[in-house]
């Protein structure tokens, strides 16, 4: 069976494409692995993989950027995640917030494997990037995060349902802050994560 590469945008692993000469379509296959581009968010990336995983992989590898929470891990570093949570999948009582898996109706927690060579971090996964300063304080107090993206959780829940093992990495290319894009390296984190994706499919798989 095959590796699953998924990435919410082709920007994010278009030089990894260039490098196996492989094109800016939403699936396509080579012969050691696939590649599926779901678009941004939960919701695109849960339909794509819907439709896809009805074929078996063997391991599905979900790569992108991400923002860090966590100013000892600087923008361009390569982390892997480990445990990735639905952050605002929930209802509001006032002041609180009750995920669902609290109120009992689901499960926001999941897991991947780990590669040992990054460093394993927890991340969330949310509807909105973080801006301001209350929803960050308020999501570092609930859930003490290193990392957010909007696809990685979901893309946990589509590996558990198919019961394929699954590996998240993202390359950091900003802080979690008040939003200030003079502050983000998007081209540093996508090369970096790049020449760790091209070395992997290459040399480990």
Sequence with gaps: MKVLIVAATYQEIAPFLAEFEL??????????FDVLITGVGMTATAFALGKTLHNPYKLILNVGIAGSFNKDIKIGDLINVKEDI???????????????EELGFGKTKFEGLEIKDLKQVKGITVNKVSGSLPTINYLLKKYNPAIETMEGAAVFYCAEQA????????????????????????????????????????YKI
């Design 23 to 32: 094109i800016d379509v939403s699936f396509q296959q080579h012969s050691s």
């Design 86 to 100: 639905f952050a605002d999948l929930g209802v509001e009582e006032n002041e609180n917030f009750l995920s669902i």
């Design 163 to 202: 019961k394929t093992p699954v590996i998240q990495v993202r390359s950091v290319s900003n802080f979690v802050e008040p939003r200030n894009k003079e502050n983000w390296d998007i081209k540093l984190a996508i090369n970096n994560l790049n020449l760790w994706l091209i070395n992997y499919l290459r």
